[in-house]
């Protein structure tokens, strides 16, 4: 059922090193930010529009205000600097003043002494709404026939790609009309932070859970009209993230509180309210039509992509345009017709989420991959096959191919997996779907296996100067390690020292706390920070290590460039001298700071041709799965995977991310949807919000392939995304063998399949 | 004091009688989520946890065993249940979490009377009989006169539910229900089946497809007026589906965010043809 | 809120006194603000996630969904009264070994979950401790790691290492 680590030497690069707050964690020692505490804190709260379009009234404190362990109140009118904000567009309002534009957007907050005091004062806020009809179908919007419910309007971006010859075509033409449902990331650990006032009034320390602590200041400083020195965020424990917390939520609200209350305010969404408090994967609609030649090679392929935006920008312009980008896959293709929209609707905002608008346009592009396999009459492996990209390629964006692109490989490599075993003729219920719902027998049950390829671009694109930067300092025979990288939970604090080690040859590294007193580096996301924060970390350690290699080169009279770390000890490659590291930096200390910088990129012209993107990983997964065709239940048994990597640096982590990654995936092809109906969220809660559990868990087979990937620091490319983008394609297209039945839509529902 | 801790029947109904404003706590499972999610502000709580005789699971006469309502899933998930009512073990089975089932009880699930309550369908399907208890009386409830609506049932505010009686049955029993995920699922749809050899009758409740658990009378006599239901009769897969067809049309699902009426009444027509199958296969 | 004078709650062996309680605050509400014992977690309100998952009388339950007031004289064990000192238990030991931990929220629930199951079922199948940790939702690791450090402390058990 799964495979057993086991021994490891020094904990350096390519070691399965542990986690160093692993111990802390498994014993509940391990502070998150909800866990955290001051002295004569008070609790905060906020109140949330119930409408997806309204028009505000009036808004009466006064009795909220009058209950007794009630501090303060605040309003769109407490904001004393900018009264919006926002990753791209500072399009949201702090607090709602005017209009609320989704269920769920903060129009006030209270401070009081029991967070049942809050929901009490919550509701005694007397808002004078005027219901608004909402825009909820994305489609008025572009027809225009919706007036702006913002003053930006109501198309946050329109973006088209023209490549070559328009009119080319071939014998085989396929079309769909593909649907992608709403997901949330779902993290475990909610939305928390506690913000504690300087003495003086006028500045505040906020510990807060969250992907990039540098963006999050700017954004905060300006709302709170602070300058940037008066504002200091310090990383509390984070219990997942996903993409869900690389927008504002609680954040300037918590920090707003506390300078009116002037105590210490602790916020903590419930799981309800973290629903409607961070941003999700956009749902999207996607048209594809594939012109191939009869031996099934991708001539031409058009597509129009909409992704609702709900009602705020966040990061749906870049989610667009990496949706529109990867239209083509992991596949050549030298003609191409893409439209694409980012709109704005009443519908709840959304942003980031793992996979970043590549999930969507996946699942659009490798469902058309079968198609055209079945109209060539090749199989599924053969068409990715004849179309995979190689290293050199040109991309429908005029931009090479110059990662490293082992997309045959991964395919191969990932046929190469053995098949599972058929189910047996006597099974456990809980293998069979329906687990033990026992509704069903072993005769009820259909075999599919069905494929997924994915490409997925890596750090941030169109020009932005994407940066990391970590401080080494060596002192009292030690390291120490220095960055505001956020540790969401996939394992930068365990890498880190791994690289220091390999790097300086000193086992013993302490990292420093996580927070804004050191540069920026750049948000946990994108799948960037092994390679930018790793690069950073790498690049101030070899700079310290010149210092070092110069201080033991004149203490023993050998030219610095002589020497060399190996292992633990420093050598002269050309002649006899060694001497441990630990040694040799007695009584000296270094300290280095380094920013890491990834290659310039570029917007795109109005013909969408650019080199936009930095970097790309590839991978291929084999789902299969097990159906129920009458009831229309499923159980994924198998996802074999074979995944670009480039290197892996620690074994145990990467694993980790694999099969966290496709269980992700596996929730949105067949459970995870946040299901909408006028406007409104009808599911904000675990109970109808379904996550896969351990009897969900597929056993994953997965393979590494490692192509030292030379643009990267360290060789090694980011893995925390491409695991959960082609697997939910693949599991639809192994459903669809199943049952021999097109499916359009994700996640697959039961009515799908059988009715 | 808003929390009273009853350590006997006498003294949780008397304690009712004195709080018309009492609310009862059993498990918890359900009521602490109305309040954790703030639908519910509870003023007097009157705790029936510790009430030893509402554990216990007896034989008051040979055709009967009588489970008290303060017994967990956990509990009910296992043998002596799970040989003498099976279908209640694996009703039990699918509540929830192992959590949940260690402390959600019998009487928790009659007392919110929810259609999706798993163990409902076994009692409709079985005729069980409710037992309540008052200050001044006792009385026994058919569950088909209990449970009047969604989550609305006829225990007054000044009883509770003491226990359930569970025919011991000669013959087959099932349960099934369809959720999205392979465990700790809310049903959609779910069905009990009871296929009681000595009466030569099947008894079929429906679950989360109305208001209430739906007994489908129609298609249980049906199927008699086709067939003898004799031990070891062989149901042919055209009885089987049409039986299905009939307890579907009997049910009265609507569409929601968990799932659609068109699915639900589906399920409902796949699960009774495969229970009445598997019952006589 | 002071609906409640004070009652006695017996955790971890110890017994503490809660004062000045609302009625509905629960057993999770309780030892994380109260009791100052914040290793269980909430993260879902209606036992649907098992990140708070206490033993109560030797179950293990959602303490989200308990009424602390009515957990008086019941024995509570929370996760950090698995150990006694810096050791971890051998399961403990396990998670960080196998890489079950990434963010580590759902972790201390799932530590809970995993002992109550070798408790009571010191050779489970794949599919009981499939079913034993399925009210436990992760979202980190799709399960692979904590079926690895699982199966790892069964084996360290049964001394096969």
Redesign the interface.
Known sequence: ?????TARNRDVLGN?A??P????????????T??MHADNMLWGATLRSPHPYARIVSIDTSAALALA?VSCVITSQDVPGKPTYGLISSDQPVFASDFVRYVGEPVAAVAA?????C?RALALIQIEYEVLTPLTDPEDAISGKFSPIHPDGNIIRHQRIIRGDQSATGPIVVEGLYEIGMQDQ?????EAALAIPDSDGAGVHLHVATQWLHEDLSQISACLALPANRVRLTLG??????GAREDISLQVHCCLLALKANRPIKMQY???ESFFGHVHRHPAKIFMRHHADASGKIVKIDARFVFDGGAYTSTSPAVLINGITHTQGPYKCDNATVDGFAIRTNNPPCGAMRGFGVVQACFAHESQMDKIAQAAGISPIEVRLINAMATGDPLITGQTMESVAPVARCITDTANIPLPEPLPEIV?E??L?????????RS?IVRGIGWGVSMKNLMYSEGFDDFATARCTIRDGKVFLKFATSE????FVTLAPQIARSVLGLDDVEIEPIDTQVGSAGSTSASRQTWMSGGAVDGACRLVREQMFKHVGSMHNIDPLRLVISDTDIVDQIGTFRISVQDAIEGFSCSETFEHHHRKTEELDENGQGNCHTAFAFVAHRAVVDVDP????V?VVQIATAQDVGRVLNP??A??Q???????GLGLA??EEI?M?DGKV??P????Y????????PN?VAVMIEEYEPQAPLGAKGIGEPPCISVTPAIVAAIRDAIGKDLLRIPV???DI?? | MPMIIATSVESAVSALRDHPDARIIQGGTDLM?EI???HVKPSTMISIRDIESLKKITQPSNGIIRIGSGVPYSQLEQEPILSVVPALA?AS??VGSPQIRAAGTLGGNLGTCSPAGDTLPVMFALDATVHLQSPSDAREVAIHDFMVGVKKNIRRHDEIITAVDFPIVRGWQ???????????????A?ACLVADHNEGIVRLALGSVGPTIIRCREAESWLHSVTSLQQGEKISSDIAKEFGHRAAKESSPID?????A??RR??IS??AS?LLT?AYS | ?SDNEFYNLRVNGMSHQVQDS?V?ESLL?VL?ERLG??????????G??G?CTVLLNGNAVCSCLVMAATAVDAEIV???G??TGNE?TDV??S?????A????????GL?VAVHHLLDHNPQPT??E???A????????????????AV??TI?IRNGAK
């Not at chain 2, 929601?256 to 659609?260: G, I, K, Q, V």
């Open positions: 059922m799964s495979t057993t680590v399965s542990l986690r707050d692993g111990a802390g964690k498994v014993s509940g020692s391990f502070e998150f909800s866990d362990g002494d029991h967070p049942e005091t929901r779902a993290f475990l650990g909610l424990g984070v219990g997942g993230a996903f419930s799981r309800e456990n809980l293998a779907p329906g687990g033990s719902g026992l509704t069903a027998e009820n969401v939970g996939q394992g009458e009831l229309g239940l159980k145990l982590s694993i980790g694999l099969e966290g990654g496709i269980a992700q067949v459970m299901v109906k009808k599911n809660s675990f109970t109808d379904l996550l896969p559990t351990a009897l969900d868990a994953v529902r039961p009515q059988c009715l | 989520v954790n999610f703030n694996q089975r699918t099932g349960y099934s229900k369809v959720g999205v995920r392979n465990a700790m699922v809310i049903s959609v779910s929601d965010h968990r799932s659609t068109e699915y589906h399920a796949v699960l495969r598997k | 809120m609302w509905g509400y994380r014992l914040p290793g269980t977690k909430g993260a879902c309100e209606q649907e996630c990140s929370t996760v950090e698995l150990t971890l403990q030991q998670f960080v070994d196998q890489g931990v990434q963010c580590g929220f759902c972790t201390p530590i794949e599919f401790i499939k079913e940790i399925s009210g436990n939702i992760c979202r980190c690791t799709g399960y692979g790691r904590i079926f690895a199966e790892e084996k």
